[in-house]
């Protein structure tokens, strides 16, 4: 029985650590914490990205989301860029003049952002970008880890902008971003699993006027 001590000892302690609740916080401008501003500061260093995505859209008089994929791609200076290639080819682009929605013709609708839409979408540049302090103003900030795998949820200020998109919760593991959730309620929500992830990418002139403008 005493021999047994040491190895139930080791065990009880092990599930301890398991067991150990998540990490949670509110960050503010003036109270990140040390143990984010690693993180953050890994996340917001990574430049370019490019990345496969798969989306679904759960809208509440579907049984069953509507699926796209596609490639995500992240400019620090031009935005955010999202190919669509499945099941029809489009691009959305949103950028700091708002939103741009370019179909598989090549025909182009705009919303600029001092319209609803585009400044909601607007708003989420500094996520895509971890920019900090252009989002303490923008989004309420609670953040929860647990091991290697964190989640950031913003909550927009603005109550247009939280109508439009509700709340968006970004989470991952590591360095890398997995998953970006925008919930307005329980059954109209849009989900992104991310991909194979590439950072500090960079794009070509015909890239950049493609999937940017």
């Given at each position: 029985?005493?021999?047994?001590?040491?190895?139930?000892?080791?065990?009880?302690?092990?599930?301890?650590?398991?067991?150990?609740?998540?990490?949670?916080?509110?960050?503010?401008?003036?109270?990140?914490?040390?143990?984010?501003?690693?993180?953050?500061?890994?996340?917001?260093?990574?430049?370019?990205?490019?990345?496969s995505f798969t989306e679904r859209r759960h809208f509440p008089f579907r049984h069953e989301p509507l699926v796209l994929k596609g490639v995500l791609r992240i400019s620090p200076e031009r935005g955010l860029s999202l190919q669509y290639t499945d099941p029809e080819a489009s691009?959305?682009?949103?950028?700091?003049?708002?939103?741009?929605?370019?179909?598989?013709?090549?025909?182009?609708?705009?919303?600029?952002?001092?319209?609803?839409?585009?400044?909601?979408?607007?708003?989420?540049?500094?996520?895509?970008?971890?920019?900090?302090?252009?989002?303490?103003?923008?989004?309420?900030?609670?953040?929860?880890?647990?091991?290697?795998?964190?989640?950031?949820?913003?909550?927009?200020?603005?109550?247009?902008?939280?109508?439009?998109?509700?709340?968006?919760?970004?989470?991952?593991?590591?360095?890398?971003?997995?998953?970006?959730?925008?919930?307005?309620?329980?059954?109209?929500?849009?989900?992104?699993?991310?991909?194979?992830?590439?950072?500090?990418?960079?794009?070509?002139?015909?890239?950049?006027?493609?999937?940017?403008?």
């Open positions: 029985m005493r021999a047994a001590r040491p190895l139930l000892a080791a065990l009880a302690v092990a599930w301890a650590a398991c067991a150990a609740p998540a990490q949670d916080a509110l960050l503010s401008a003036s109270d990140i914490g040390g143990d984010w501003k690693p993180l953050l500061g890994a996340l917001a260093a990574k430049g370019p990205i490019q990345a691009v959305l682009v949103a950028d700091a003049s708002g939103l741009v929605l370019r179909d598989g013709k090549g025909r182009s609708r705009e919303m600029p952002s001092g319209s609803r839409e585009g400044g909601a979408i607007a708003s989420l540049l500094p996520i895509m970008r971890f920019d900090l302090p252009a989002l303490f103003p923008q989004f309420v900030i609670h953040a929860r880890r647990a091991g290697d795998g964190w989640t950031f949820e913003f909550t927009p200020r603005d109550r247009e902008v939280a109508d439009s998109l509700g709340s968006i919760t970004v989470s991952g593991t590591g360095t890398d971003v997995r998953h970006l959730e925008f919930r307005r309620s329980a059954s109209q929500r849009v989900e992104i699993d991310v991909g194979d992830t590439r950072a500090g990418v960079a794009f070509t002139p015909a890239e950049l006027a493609r999937f940017f403008r």
